[in-house]
């Protein structure tokens, strides 16, 4: 099973990009989902989680207030939408489906191991 992330690019900082995930032959409505980003030389960390009904989500600190998270059911898609952008931003982001839980917890991450479905990632570069 294989998810497809799409929409990332290159901004200048403080600008904004919206990502989507999808799952052509798979469905997301019941799992959480979480958003990974992996820079060159770091360990891949999940910035974002959402529960499977929208209700609940996760942030990591470092983009709260300027990430949001996001899915429609109808369309099997989540995303992400990034604002205020920083180059420290500039990853490849990924999106990963947990087939264990439905809901994210809400006051640590997971782990990239705890997912089990996941995108190749798109790439997003932010320039200063």
């Known amino acids: 099973v294989q998810l497809v992330e799409s929409g990332g690019g290159l901004v200048q900082a403080g600008g904004s990009l919206r990502l989507s995930c999808v799952a052509p032959?798979?469905?997301?409505?019941?799992?959480?989902i979480g958003w990974f980003r992996q820079a060159p030389g770091k360990e891949r960390e999940e910035v974002a989680c959402i529960s499977y009904s929208g209700g609940g989500t996760y942030y990591t600190d470092s983009v709260k207030g300027r990430f949001t998270v996001s899915r429609d059911n109808a369309k099997n898609a989540v995303y992400l939408e990034l604002n205020g952008l920083k180059p420290e931003d500039t990853a490849v982001y990924h999106c990963?489906?947990?087939?264990?839980?439905?809901?994210?917890?809400?006051?640590?991450?997971?782990?990239?191991?705890?997912?089990?479905?996941w995108g190749q990632g798109t790439q997003v570069t932010v320039s200063s």
């Open positions: 032959d798979f469905t997301l409505d019941y799992y959480a």
């Open positions: 990963a489906a947990n087939l264990m839980r439905s809901v994210c917890p809400t006051t640590d991450r997971m782990r990239a191991y705890e997912y089990d479905y």
